[in-house]
């Protein structure tokens, strides 16, 4: 007991005499949580500085300067746009009118100053009440607790204080442990679409060090691998008029860097189970297995980052089927989730964006996940209701779910068909082997763009490359032969 004493105590004295502070750390994505508002994020954009201030522009995020009709992804993080390091180690942050706000991390206990002058000229004076050890996402470290209160012209406290239910934290070593919506103090505007109330957030989570909840980029989200595989069930109605029912399995089968535009593109092949039921008229139904190819891109040099205040959400709070949580999700992997409002960009109205607020003809939710993409979604538009969620998926060696299986009662036969020669040149014919009947042949580029589609008899044996058509891997498809869709790759040389 002693030992833990005598370390806690050295703990406490080395951080005493630290140089630390900051209450924004360079390289940190911090995200912090309030019941009422969800996750928010603070991350630095850029660092300016001049002879004696640094000054840290926070990433920015969507504002529609008092008017509903037109939001522009320009606007200052909830934080304010900015916070200025002055020589002496004072931090000023400003509201969203571009006031001072001051905070002196590096004062003693009991030292007070003035946070924020209103115009009247009475104040907010804030004061560092205690400094102790504190316990936060399985960490712990010296933590100084800031308190406010309003004060009039004459430097007499105002009772009841308006800002008893307001406190700072900062961390020495982690920065802010909990704060307020600064840019919204003393903003009247209070309809504004993105005003948040003074409430205190805590924080739940630190990119650098991989602490609790993190921010994703996309490069975070599609980051697959060949052979990763993800299982959907998707249905779509309109009322009792019809319905599609779909299984479908995606299965990377390519990653390819692309150095022109640095990037990271991968091939999908996309096997479906279509199911289509027409309650006005069964002879429409339609029971078929096809197999097509898709193509996602991922820029690595300037990936999507998601705006700070769209939901980090924690696994065992996500999406499932219908909309109803389970209690641990795909492996307890982190998910962004957006419900319900969303943005449209109108060209004519100059940079300007529409909210797409929902309405009783449209609404959707939509959720991608860490390292799987879009895990679900659930969407309704008019008279039209669709849902499609994963329910199973591959990693390596992880796997979550049950896994679909799509089969054809003439597989047999499907399987007997192939190609050759491969590789073959452009111009030159490539032959099928097995088919009985007659097949409608296809070829593809990695891209999924068409380049011939022909019917081909089974006494014709096969079909010529175009002549013109540049090197590289191509997919043959095959259909027929009382089968399902058949994909074989090609390489064709010039």
């Known amino acids: 007991m002693k ?19 900051a ?36 990433y920015k995020t969507w504002d529609d300067g008092g008017d509903y009709s037109c939001f522009k992804p320009n606007g200052a993080s909830w934080i304010g746009a900015n916070a200025t390091k002055k020589l002496n180690d004072t931090w000023l942050f400003s509201n969203y009118e571009g006031e001072p706000l001051a905070l002196h991390p590096k004062a003693n206990i009991d030292s007070t100053w003035v946070f924020y002058t209103f115009p009247d000229g009475s104040k907010v004076n804030c004061t560092i009440s205690q400094a102790s050890i504190e316990h936060f996402l399985g960490v712990e470290d010296l933590v100084k607790t800031f308190t406010f209160i309003q004060v009039d012209e004459s430097g007499l406290p105002v009772v009841p204080n308006p800002y008893d239910n307001l406190s700072v934290k900062i961390a020495k070593n982690f ?27 805590d924080i739940v989570g630190i990119s650098k060090f991989e602490l609790g909840k993190t921010v994703m ?36 089968i390519e990653k390819q860097f692309v150095e022109l535009n640095y990037s990271m593109r991968y091939n999908f092949m996309v096997k479906t189970h279509h199911f289509y039921t027409d309650n006005v008229n069964p002879d429409n139904n339609v029971d078929s297995i096809f197999i097509k190819f ?9 990936p999507h980052i998601y705006f700070p205040e769209e939901v980090i959400l924690h696994t065992d709070e996500g999406y499932a089927a219908d909309g109803y949580s389970q209690d641990v999700w795909a492996n307890d992997r982190i998910q962004i989730d957006q419900q319900g409002l969303g943005f449209g960009y109108n060209q004519e109205s100059g940079d300007c964006w529409h ?7 449209q609404s959707y939710s939509y959720v991608v996940a860490e390292g799987i993409g879009c895990i679900g979604y659930e969407s309704a538009i008019n008279e039209s209701f669709e849902n499609k969620y994963i329910v199973y998926y ?16 003439t597989t047999f036969e499907a399987n007997k068909l192939n190609i050759y020669p491969n ?29 011939r589609n022909v019917k081909v008899n089974s006494s014709e044996n096969g079909i010529v490359i175009p002549k013109n058509i540049p090197a590289g891997i191509y997919f043959i498809t095959l259909q027929g032969n009382g089968a399902e869709r058949i994909v074989r790759k090609v390489i064709v040389l010039n």
Not at 8 to 20: D, K
Not at 49 to 57: G, I, L, M
């Open 3 to 21: 030992k833990v004493f005598f370390a806690c105590f050295v703990l406490f004295e080395t951080a005493c005499f630290a140089q630390n502070w």
């Open 355 to 361: 909210p797409l607020i929902p309405t009783k003809e």
């Open 394 to 409: 591959k990693k390596g060696d992880e796997t979550w779910g049950t896994p679909l299986v799509i089969t054809s009662t």
């Open 175 to 201: 920065g802010f442990v909990k704060l307020f919506p600064l840019r919204h103090f003393n903003y009247s505007y209070n309809d504004h679409y993105l005003h948040m109330e003074l409430e205190n957030f």
């Open 23 to 58: 209450p924004i750390v360079k390289n940190n994505v911090s995200a912090f949580y309030n019941s009422q508002n969800g996750i928010y994020a603070i991350k630095i954009d850029s660092i300016t500085t001049t002879e004696n201030d640094s000054v840290f522009h926070f």
């Open 294 to 302: 898709e193509i996602e891109t991922i820029s690595l040099s300037n």
């Open 217 to 252: 980029s996309e490069v975070d989200i599609y980051n697959y691998n060949i052979g990763d595989e993800f299982h959907y069930s998707k249905t779509k109605h309109c009322y009792t008029n019809w319905l599609v029912e779909e299984e479908i399995i995606k299965t990377v």
């Open 423 to 451: 590789p073959v040149k452009a111009g030159e014919m490539v032959y099928i082997s097995g088919a009985t009947s007659q097949l409608l042949v296809s070829i593809t580029n990695t891209a999924g763009e068409l380049v």
